[in-house]
């Protein structure tokens, strides 16, 4: 957040597409830095809904597994999309 707000306080003008990318990677540091906060809250979520039904949580690993495994796979992607555009 800093250094985006150093780069808006810079009284130079640079061009609309430096803008324009430099606006695309800020969102796609956004989103890489919130996915895994995100994914994981899923099986918190699950957890906390199943005791308080009273569900035996049995699966809980393969929940644990199916959606933290390809975290690592989607945050690359993500930073690989971002690469793609450019």
Known sequence: YKIRAELLS???????KTANMQRRFFRTQIAQMLLPIVLSSIPIGVVCVASFIGK????????????LWPLPAISALLLLAFVWKT
């Open 10 to 16: 810079i009284t130079t003008k640079y061009s609309t």
């Open 56 to 67: 035996d949580m049995t699966s809980l690993p393969f929940l644990l597994g199916f959606i």
